[in-house]
């Protein structure tokens, strides 16, 4: 299945989201580090997948 960048970028806001608010603001921001950005604005569009999936891998990690 095809996503935009867009809708990429949104679902990767909203699942930081979800990780700050269960596992506090460090967690996504060190996954947010480990891609040379400081939030989902300053990631380069190559990384989205990647960083969504570590994100929504936390989120869900219950």
């Known amino acids: 299945m095809f ?3 867009e809708n990429l970028l949104i679902s990767i806001q909203d699942a930081a989201n979800q990780v700050v608010n269960e ?3 460090g967690v996504a921001k060190s ?6 950005a ?3 604005e ?8 990647a960083v969504f999936s570590e994100l929504y891998l ?5």
């Open 42 to 49: 300053d990631l380069n569009p190559s990384d989205y997948e």
């Open 31 to 36: 996954v947010f580090q480990r891609f040379e």
């Open 3 to 5: 996503c935009s960048n």
């Open 23 to 25: 596992y506090g603001e």
């Open 58 to 62: 936390i989120a869900n990690d219950n």
């Open 38 to 40: 400081t939030c989902a």
